[in-house]
């Protein structure tokens, strides 16, 4: 089956790190882009950064310089360092694979795969 799978999330203070990891298994194809995005309580879901198969990287302004997205290939891995954690970065997380690549972003034209969330808490 296939499947994404997060975890590293949980309660941190304003100003701390964590580190989310995504693993996918099953026959998974992680295709031209994967991603995080994250639902903010009482929000919309909001693309948080992007990774292109050819390393481009794009990342919302409001976490522009705080989290970094990186892809380990061989263990069909995506990984989500935080820092400078601030309260409105609280979220449930989620990484989504097979995403397509459309001009500056990346969309889920119908063979996206998405994982199930982690909870990211930042209390001031």
């Known amino acids: 089956q296939v499947r994404l799978t997060e975890s590293g999330g949980g309660p941190v203070q304003a100003g701390g790190s964590l580190r989310l990891s995504c693993a996918g298994s099953?026959?998974?194809?992680?295709?031209?882009?994967v991603a995080w995005f994250r639902h903010p309580p009482g929000k919309e879901r909001e693309g948080v950064a992007y990774?292109?198969?050819?390393?481009?990287?794009i990342y919302a302004e409001s976490v522009e310089g705080r989290f970094a997205i990186s892809r380990d290939k061989d263990i069909n891995n995506v990984y989500l360092q935080m820092d400078s954690l601030k309260p409105e970065d609280t979220a449930l997380y989620y990484c989504?694979?097979?995403?397509?690549?459309?001009?500056?972003?990346?969309?889920?034209?119908?063979?996206?795969?998405w994982g199930q969330g982690t909870q990211v808490t930042v209390s001031s």
């Open positions: 989504a694979a097979g995403l397509i690549p459309v001009g500056s972003t990346c969309y889920d034209l119908g063979d996206g795969i």
């Open positions: 099953g026959d998974i194809h992680m295709g031209d882009c």
């Open positions: 990774l292109s198969r050819n390393g481009m990287t």
